[in-house]
């Protein structure tokens, strides 16, 4: 099969696979949520932050030197021997460590969830070899079937499990159930590869040497996306960390809807454009403007009719996330256009500067937990995370004029307006007595009028950019699918 069919297949298996399974893990949170006390959420969460913030050293950047064509890589299968034998080193150390320190530092149900998550964890990493060589080859199938059954499979169990009146076992099922599958799927069922082991010194160079330039970014974004959850769990304890944790989960669902595919083909489009700074500044433009506008929709969506969704969808025992989902709705709402800026960097030759801005955010984040977390407790901590988000994403847009001509009031101008305006309108209406009879009353009316207002607005406003929008909206999905 060609390389551009390929292409296709692997692409069309992969979108379906992504929304099948999305929408599973969607209905699983929120049946565990409904079903679950909530510090235990706390519980998985905070051991799930200890493993997963150094898990990533294991595989020490090595995957996609695998992926890379390379004359230490023509041979696949020497490679991939080479591979496997450094994980297995790597991860039979750092499981000792994460071992000993689980029996030495921790306790009760702490102890059982590091315990298990990290022998899961262990287990997934040797699993990682056959997954790169799948990547490689370009052969997606395998890899978008194992996402679904890895999304329903553990979700009937753990939903099981729950009703039945198992905890904390219901979310470690989860990662016990999606370590047998994948093996099976991986090494048992028609293996991808053979695993056996390989001592090649000029392979181990070319690995670790290749790993070590990628390193140190991968693990700066690790380290900001737990920390927070690490400090939460630590200070304020495991029933404070399930609210945040969820809320964080919930909150972070609206972008993946757009975001998630725009900034999948985004780092291809800037690459073709490097070095045509007028073609390149306006597809930067385009893309952040699709981003901004559609996050700003789904923002003031939810910041406005959360109340009604968290009791309707989630329960009441959910209501003292409020404030903090709200909050969280903002970070949600500008890490993706950092990521996709991040992105431009990476297109064009200066990954260093998306590596010095994450060293900028994981100082104030760091500062921001001491200062807001300790003072304001849950609060704290998300205003400490939309600092870190604002001021990362101010630092990356000031290095983009190096690359790309843009307007911030252009930008973000027209889409505060309508969100100004929206969330003004709307809290006007909800003030209004007898308006409103029933939670399902409220979300409706609330949604519908704040849409209205929102889409109207930028379409007064901006019709002719709307139009190029969607436009270029159209152009990247035909050449993902080309």
């Known amino acids: 099969m060609s390389l551009a069919r390929r292409t296709i297949t692997s692409i069309s298996w992969k979108t379906v696979s992504n929304l099948a399974a999305s929408a599973v893990l969607f ?13 235990i959420f706390g519980t998985y969460s905070f051991a ?29 299968d020497l490679a991939a021997a080479t591979h496997f034998t450094l994980v297995l080193l790597f991860t039979l150390v750092w499981t ?36 790169v060589i799948l990547i490689r080859r370009v052969v997606h199938r395998r890899l978008a079937l194992l996402q679904l059954v890895n999304a329903i499979l553990p979700t009937l169990i753990a939903v099981g499990l729950a009703w039945r009146g198992a905890t904390l076992w219901a979310l ?136 009604e969704y968290i009791r309707l969808v989630l329960g009441p025992k959910w209501l003292p996330m409020l404030g903090i989902f709200r909050l969280m709705l903002a970070f949600t709402l500008l890490d993706p256009i950092k990521a996709t800026v ?35 407790g849950l609060t704290g901590v998300a205003l400490a995370v939309d600092a870190m988000a604002v001021i990362g994403m101010a630092v990356l847009f000031k290095q983009a004029r190096v690359h790309v001509d843009f307007s911030l009031g252009r930008l973000f101008g027209a889409p505060s ?28 009316v609330k949604t519908a009028l704040f849409f209205l207002t929102y889409s109207g607005t930028l379409l007064i406003s901006e019709r002719d950019q709307i139009s190029e929008m969607w436009l270029m909206f159209l152009s990247l999905a035909s050449r993902k699918t080309r």
Request: net charge positive; glycine share 8%; proline share 4%.
């Open 172 to 307: 470690l099922s989860i990662n016990l159930t999606t370590l047998i599958v994948d093996t099976i799927v991986l090494y048992v069922w028609k293996p991808v590869w053979k695993p056996h082991l390989l001592w090649s010194p000029a392979r181990i160079r070319y690995l670790l040497g290749f790993g070590s330039r990628n390193i140190l970014a991968t693990l700066l974004l690790r380290v900001l996306n737990e920390v927070d959850d690490l400090w939460t769990g630590q200070f304020l304890g495991e029933g404070a960390l399930g609210f945040y944790s969820r809320a964080y989960a919930f909150a972070c669902y609206p972008s993946r809807i757009l975001a998630a595919p725009v900034n999948a083909v985004a780092t291809g489009s800037y690459a073709e454009l490097k070095g045509q700074r007028v073609r390149l500044s306006k597809a930067f433009f385009r893309v952040n403007a699709l981003l901004v506008r559609s996050g700003f929709l789904f923002a003031g969506l939810f910041i406005l009719a959360a109340p």
């Open 96 to 131: 000792f460590l994460y071992i000993a320190g689980a029996f030495i530092f921790a306790s009760g149900q702490r102890r059982v969830a590091l315990l298990l998550i990290t022998l899961t964890t262990a287990g997934t990493q040797l699993l990682k070899t056959p997954q």
């Open 417 to 444: 307006l309508a969100l100004a305006l929206g969330m003004l309108l709307t809290y006007g209406v909800a003030t209004l007595p007898g308006i409103f009879s029933s939670d399902w009353q409220t979300a409706i």
């Open 27 to 39: 209905t699983r949170s929120i049946l565990l949520a409904r079903i679950l006390p909530v510090e």
């Open 342 to 376: 991040g992105n431009l960097f990476i297109a064009v030759g200066r990954p260093e500067v998306v590596v010095r801005a994450r060293f900028v955010q994981l100082i104030i984040l760091v500062l921001g937990l001491l200062v807001f977390g300790t003072l304001w």
């Open 48 to 76: 799930g932050s200890i493993v997963g913030i150094s898990a990533l050293i294991v595989s020490f950047g090595m995957d996609w030197a695998l992926v890379h064509r390379a004359p230490e890589t023509e041979d696949e």
